[in-house]
């Protein structure tokens, strides 16, 4: 994999070009073993033309980036992995992206993304074994990080389209607390869940990517924050794991509790069960809002899943989602308690490594997190017996962002030591 | 005016069809004794169509609605009140949109807006003075209710676009609570600020229209709530306001106890004076940060006062904004103890009658209810010694919008009899 930090530090250090990092991502491009279909649209001219004018001082350091094409970008299609807005062009770039270029990144293009960020699986294959699933919905941008085409790419996550495919890609991600990251020019799913989050390499390449676009103070490089504590919640509310991602829970535990971290089992509260059946709620009803006119007028160019997705959520009344957001919000002031004996929670990721490319996977273990709004973090190191990755998931207290990546980056640190 | 109401219920009766509603409107715009400029794209022939095909069942039973031209229209043009997006067509409605015609509501056209919404005097003029303006940002919408050209429009709220102008033209308006409205499709401009709110001529039909578009119990007519209690406030914190408007809310208390109503004064928190400073750091920093791509790619075609603006906000250090959200967080969570001993709070709508052409108004008295997300309704029915209308605001507890509608249903009734 391409690790974000090290090669903005060569940059920095003047040991490489912007030109020769875009033509590193041109020959890893070329050179896949099997073509995971990570873009939906390559840009790999605007990125030599762009990098051969740039003299990197911002912080992503000529950095190229793959944005998920539910990004809206102005040069490139922005086609919502829908045939509805095939060749589609906005208007205008979403502040994502200007910040990105601003901060002396390059759009290296746009990423394989599920149909409307949904569950449709899309072409885009599992580097490590092209008979599994990337995961969804950030699929192009897991898959494209984890085989080494480019350093740092953008997802959403609505459920868990930012956590699950970072876990079955095996690279790090982040998904940030709710609004960290601006999501005007984003495709709108579920606007009170939707979050752009950050893949990358290692957890330390992740808060680069994600201090150098916001501007917060969030790397976690090069310093020594100590121990935390952790707590550990198996989240039963949300079904069974399998028992690769019991290993990869149990493997982290142990990893840590050897490197001289505390772990402790935490009971959570009982309106976080509630949170989390709530979700469906919210996701469902807001997904058939937002994607209202596509449903009336562009249903012959829907997935079965979505379309059934749709007209459940338009069947849900009001008071149910009202409803549910009182949930939301009763359960958000409960974290308060939670997080106020431990630095990070630690659970699943995903359910146990990719399936089968038949669906992308279960957001089980996601979608409580981000309802409530919590910066969370994707950890990859462990192994199936498989040979697929399995990550496991460091979640913090709302905006404690750089909590949660000091304590996915000790963790990291841990497993590889262990 | 147009009795949104009272046409519904003529349309249900049988006593008028849409296609009369609808050459109604196109009459009173053809005959008004100045062009106020409401529409930046009016649609007769659309609306016509549709009205001869509409067989209206829905809660808006063929009413014709006015769009603020910053909702995404499939159909019509969508300019931002921007020559950036001249001519400009979205792929798709809003979902605002769609429930419109859901509801069995037509449009009628798109209404002026502010330059992105924001501060930059349009063309539209109030219809009770054309020297002054009719307050933006959602000056059409308000000016054209007030002028009886259709009997709801739609506008949105970042500081006080919807309760401003309609103090100044005399009409009721609703900003609602947060996010009951769905913004997706809507040209965001501060997103944690924006809010759709809906016009009309007495609060009654703004309670109407609301329910029938929302599909929630809205409706305040017809029924007895009892007699709220208010708490008043005149909002120091945020500056004087000029004698007319201190007149109106003298008139508005005494014709509230006159009522049987119970009035008192309340002193707000002390987290609310640094939430109203708060405001500007939000509003200007997020503003920078949607509108980016216009900021770099498109900054000699806009106007001063917004370009301004957005330099400002682009200046502002992210630990301030973070800082701001963090005011706002808790100064929501102050809103508990505010409204429990009360129904609504009672406070100026605006600093005065409608000022002159050469701005839209000051919104201090909108901004912290904005922030807030409070529901917040104007109340029209005082003039000053000008002739010029002056309304009150009715606001009321986070999800109580039916409370705040109600109150400002008591008090608009309070106010016809003293």
Redesign the interface.
């Known amino acids: 994999m391409m690790r974000a930090l090290d090669l903005a530090e060569a940059v920095e250090a003047g040991d490489l070009t912007p030109s020769a990092l875009v033509e590193l991502c041109a020959e890893a491009i070329a050179s896949q073993p099997f073509d995971i279909h990570a873009f939906a649209h390559l840009d790999l001219d605007g990125a030599r033309t762009r990098a051969a004018h740039l003299q990197p001082k911002g912080g992503l350091y000529g950095l190229p980036v793959g944005v998920k094409d539910i990004i809206d970008t ?1 040069r490139m299609p922005t086609q919502f992995g829908s045939p509805l ?1 095939k060749g ?1 062009k906005p ?5 994502i ?3 990105t270029e ?1 901060a002396d990144g390059i759009l290296l293009g746009k990423t394989v993304t599920t149909e409307f960020a949904f569950l449709n699986p899309p072409p885009t294959l599992n580097p490590h074994d092209p008979a599994h699933t990337p995961g969804g919905s950030s699929s192009g941008s897991a898959a494209g990080v984890a085989a080494g085409l480019m350093p740092l790419a953008y997802g959403t996550q609505t459920g868990g389209s930012v956590i699950r495919p970072a876990s079955f890609c095996g690279v790090a991600a982040i998904k940030p607390s709710y ?1 960290l990251l ?4 984003v495709k ?1 799913f579920a ?2 869940l939707d979050t752009l989050g950050v893949f990358g390499a290692r957890v330390i390449d992740v808060a680069f990517g994600l201090a150098a676009v ?3 103070a969030l790397r976690v490089d090069g310093q020594d924050f100590g121990a935390p504590t952790f707590g550990v919640s198996r989240f039963a509310f949300a079904g069974a794991a399998e028992s690769e991602a019991e290993a990869a829970l149990t493997a982290a535990i142990r990893a840590l509790e050897k490197a001289g971290a505390k772990v402790v089992e935490v009971d959570l509260p009982a309106v976080f069960a509630e949170a989390h059946a709530a979700h469906r709620i919210i996701n469902n009803y ?1 997904g058939a ?2 994607l ?3 449903h ?2 562009g249903r012959d160019k829907l997935s079965p899943i979505l379309r059934d997705l749709l007209d459940e959520g338009a069947a849900i009344p ?1 008071e149910d989602y ?1 409803e549910a957001r009182g949930v939301a919000h009763r359960a958000r002031k409960a974290c308060f308690g939670v997080f106020e004996p431990i630095d990070a929670l630690l659970t699943f990721s995903a359910p146990g490594g990719a399936p089968g490319v038949e669906s992308t996977g279960n957001p089980q273990f996601n979608k409580l997190v981000t309802l409530l709004g919590l910066p969370a973090v994707n950890v990859p190191g462990y192994r199936s017996a498989e040979g697929l990755p399995v990550g496991v998931q460091v979640i913090a207290a709302f ?1 404690e962002d750089h909590r949660a990546l000091a304590a996915g980056a000790y963790l990291e640190a841990a497993l590889a030591k262990s």
């Open positions: 102005a807005y589609y208007k205008a770039d979403a502040p992206v200007v910040m601003d609004r601006p999501m005007t020019g709108p606007p009170l916001s501007g917060r807001e809002v937002s209202s006119y596509e009336r007028h009001i009202d905006g």
